[in-house]
């Protein structure tokens, strides 16, 4: 292990949904520690400004168009990282939706489908690409963006909290399974933090303050206080830990 700062020279790391929110920032202080990043996101638009952002701030960024509930867009993305890197040291599975669902019992088969696909489904997928690479590249770090919603069965975000339990039971079983591969997988479990995903939780004042009496550090989090939980873990100072989730929720969960 090397000294005690995180230091991601030579690594490639790939973020999913990195266009925007928290995906963006994780992407932009991985890269702030010298790591070549990889951005995916549906939308060319959103990456084209994600992309704008990085270089405005002198950092360099690959961004393609990827669904990553998709596996067909998927073995397209993790084809070019291997053409253009040969490896991939670090996954961060951050894409997640959908955080306002029905209740379970009156939700529909459509709407069950693109939370598994999009939530779950997408980080079994990218995972079993980076396997591939990372077996080649001689270990890794996978880190799934679970959410204290895997944990506390909230009425209304139901097939969400669904999801993100499946993600954290995925984040422990392949901790086991690739862990002879020199590969940790881990999760952070953030509470609500300020996002155009969590928009309706924080853009109502009333709203948030009644959320806020629910978290004792007194506030939500921004992005930048989820950003050093995932830093630790794409780092050599989290090689001996693996299936963890980091919660990260001021102390909601304690
Ligand atoms: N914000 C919170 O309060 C909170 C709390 C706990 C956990 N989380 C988790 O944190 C993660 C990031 O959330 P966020 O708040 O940053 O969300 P966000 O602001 O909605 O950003 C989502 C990002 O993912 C991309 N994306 C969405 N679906 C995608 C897909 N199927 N394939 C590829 N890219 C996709 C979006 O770009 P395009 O639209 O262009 O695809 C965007 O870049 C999620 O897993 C979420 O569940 C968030």
Redesign the pocket.
Known sequence: MGGRNIDLSGKIALV??????????IALAMAEKNANVI?????????NK?QDEFKKQGLDVMAE??????SD?LTALFKSIDERFGKLDILV?????N?LTPLVAEADEGLWDKLM???LK?AFLASSQAYRLMKKAGGGKIIN?????ARKASRGMGV?CIA?AG?EMLTRVLAIELASDHINVNAV??????????QP?WSDENLLKELTKSIPMGR??E?GD?VGAVLFLASDLSDFITGEIITVDGGSMA
């Open positions: 999913t949904g990195g266009s925007r929110g928290l995906g963006k920032a951005i995916c996101g549906r939308k060319q638009e959103n990456l994600a168009v990827a669904h990553a509930g998709k867009q599975n951050n894409v997640g939706t955080v696909e999009t939530n997408s963006i679970s959410s204290i919603a969400y993100k993600l479990a953030p509470g609500v933090v300020r996002t155009q995903f969590s939780f939500i989090a992005t989820v």
